[in-house]
């Protein structure tokens, strides 16, 4: 204790001081350590009890304590945790076992015996791993939040300490890191009830940590020594990539080299809502994200058996739009076939000597198109596979879905069952579907018995949708530059035309076709009436409602991405910024330009009106915001603006940069650490969006990557 003794009188000039006790000149001061005259000190049953009622108006009391022996043990031992040890087992743990620690949403992780943990008076938390709770500890930590229920939890009971450590050791692959984990809790237990949340908080953040910093170096350079953003898009690799129980690949072929990954992992479309069964794994989604997710990441045998999964599910030459493990694949989809083939070539020019991935050998489910065949599998190199794809495109195919009817799509009219592919000769497009079907990524089937729209596509895309003409071109000319590829030609019933010849006819007919200058339209136009929209590229050729063609979307921004040599370079900047000024939102793109009369732009699958454009969320492709399609804008500035010179290159880098800047704060913000499927109009948040969506990460990592490479 200090006790001061001072005289009764001032300096003659004394200011007071605002902060300290100032103005005497002659003073005393008395220190006593452990008793004085002015405080009482009892002790009764082990608690000591301080009386200050004594201590006069001028004194202070300064307390020294420490912990109890049991406590100072804990701290001690806290202090001294082998994070040597924790450093090792942690550089020992593979892709899945990473992704298992980290991450797993609810459904995924019940397959393993352990959904999300529920706090109370707050609710589940969004991933089973680390992931779930370190960035929530932290903002806790940020802002000295103690009455948080996560703490409140903490403080009342062990139970998210043993839930964290016995999840871990129920794997062989992390089981080690959760008998660490677990000696770590049991000293974290013995403190002091109040003092739990600090210090689970202190341990557990540094394993999330190191175990972040570990998911990065299985990764490649592009990944190792990019931005922190490239950091935050690539962890959407590990949150999608995984083995699940529910949703594996077809087998594969079991002399592949390197082996094939047992079990086989999947990409999952989004999260929660497309993350296990037969809502994983979308054909399309996937080959959308396996570049950027896969390939930009380093992850190519994951990318391989992929590839060769799905392409042992090739039917009527189409690749699944459903997965469902291979037999019960579903292939009502025409665009699905052309980002598989775009994908496996991304996979020849990025891998060294991934040229090689043509020979590895497939396992046909399906060698015959007839189901009453009921042929048995075949093994077939890759490279038959795709000129098998290319070959039924050239000559053209009907046919009907198999098992058609409510086993397969309670809301589908029996005519969408019905569907066609094929190649128009004079012009080298293929096209497809009908207007009772939707076989490209906007395939909302309306739903709706009271609104009438049930059985009723809101988007069908049928004819030549423009994304599919671009990326048909694109892998045409490729594969016709590449010389270990060995079918050059396909045949069909008026002779054989070559791979360069059909990659030629493309590009002599898209601007003369697909381009509107002005209110007159396209070079060939036969519907000059239904022109709306001018200094754009039309969304299809030859649909059968025929107004469809002409509305403004995003698509062809996919064509200026993949195949800028397709194009006109000026007519395509002059495209590029329609889309800035009518389609661009904060995070995405709309679906459809807001002065289009069928525009609707927020999105609620849960509407029970009667007006059909809405209803059961019929309009999920009629304006809401999507966030995938914005990386393929971006990467066409890239490219244009590179063919247009240095100065209009610039400039697009400058809107690159500044359209991710917003990612990234959404990003930073995100409780699931990722980028939403869709926002509604304005980037207004919509509830019905999964919050993180793999080709959201993919697309945007592809541009990052495009940039780096220039």
Known sequence: MVKLECPAELTADFIRHDEFINGYTNWRAEIKEGTSDMIKIAENNGMIKVDLSCLISGSFVVFSVRPIKKHRNALENIHDLNFDALDDIIENLDIGDLQFALYQCDQEGKEFGYGTYNIPNFGDLKYCGLAGLVPLLNQIARNNDLG????????????????????????PGTQQLGEWLKVGFAEISNLPRYLIPRYFHSVVSRVYDSLDRRSFTVMSDFVKRGSNLVESLARGTLIHLSAMPSAPLPHLFPGLEPPAHSPS?????????????????????????????????????????????????????????????????????????????????????????GVKILQDPVVRLFPSDIQEDQAGEKIQPLQDVIHEALTKHWNGLKFREWNAGKRIDEHMQDEGFNNEIGTDKKTGFVFGGNVKNCGTWMDKMGSSQQAGNKGV??????????????????????????????????????????????????????????????????????????????????????????????????????????????????????????????????????????????????????????????????????????????????????????????????????????????????????????????????????????????????????????????
Not at 156 to 169: H, Q, S, V
Not at 318 to 347: M, Q, S, T
Request: one cysteine or more.
């Open 148 to 171: 948080h229920p996560v703490a409140s939890n903490l403080r009342n009971g062990d139970w998210l300490m043993n839930y964290t450590a016995d999840r871990l050791i129920s794997r």
């Open 457 to 710: 596509p809101s988007t069908p895309r049928d004819g030549s949708a423009v994304e599919i003409v671009g990326l048909s071109y694109s892998c045409l000319h490729d594969l016709s530059k590449l010389t270990t590829y060995p079918h050059q030609s396909v045949d069909g019933q008026e002779g054989s035309v070559t791979l360069a010849t059909w990659a030629s006819t493309i590009k002599q007919n898209f601007e003369q076709h697909f381009w509107i200058s002005d209110d007159k339209g396209a070079e060939v136009e036969p519907h000059p009436e239904l022109v709306n929209c001018v200094q754009m590229y039309k969304d299809s050729v030859g649909s059968g409602n025929k107004f469809t063609d002409y509305q403004l979307r995003p698509n062809f921004c996919i064509v200026l991405a993949v195949a800028p040599d397709l194009v006109e370079a000026d007519n395509a900047w002059t495209a590029l910024n329609t889309v800035t000024n009518r389609l661009l939102g904060p995070l995405g793109l709309a679906t459809l330009d807001s002065k289009d009369w069928a525009y609707r732009g927020d999105y609620d699958n849960s509407n029970q009106s009667g007006d059909p454009s809405v209803a059961h969320g019929a309009n999920y492709h009629q304006g809401p915001e999507w966030v995938w399609p914005v990386g393929f804008y971006l990467r066409a500035l890239i490219k244009i603006g590179a063919k247009l010179g240095q100065e209009k290159l610039e400039d697009a880098k400058r809107q690159v940069f500044s359209v991710l800047s917003r990612h990234y704060q959404h990003l930073l913000s995100s409780d699931w650490l990722g980028l939403p499927e869709l926002t509604n109009s304005k980037g207004q948040f919509c509830r019905d969006s999964n919050p993180i969506q793999a080709w959201s990460h993919s697309t945007l990592l592809d541009t990052l990557f495009d940039i780096q490479k220039l």
């Open 265 to 353: 992992f999947t990409l999952a479309a989004g999260l929660p809502h497309f993350s296990t069964g037969y809502m994983r794994s979308w054909g399309r989604d996937t080959f959308i994200s396996l570049r950027g997710l896969l390939l930009t990441t380093g992850q190519f045998t994951y990318a391989r058996d992929i590839l060769l999964g799905y392409a042992g599910c090739l039917r009527h030459g189409l690749i699944p739009n459903l997965l469902d493990g291979g037999k019960n694949a579903r292939f009502n989809c025409r665009d699905a076939i052309w980002w598989w083939l775009r994908a496996v070539l991304d996979y020849i020019e990025l891998k060294d000597d």
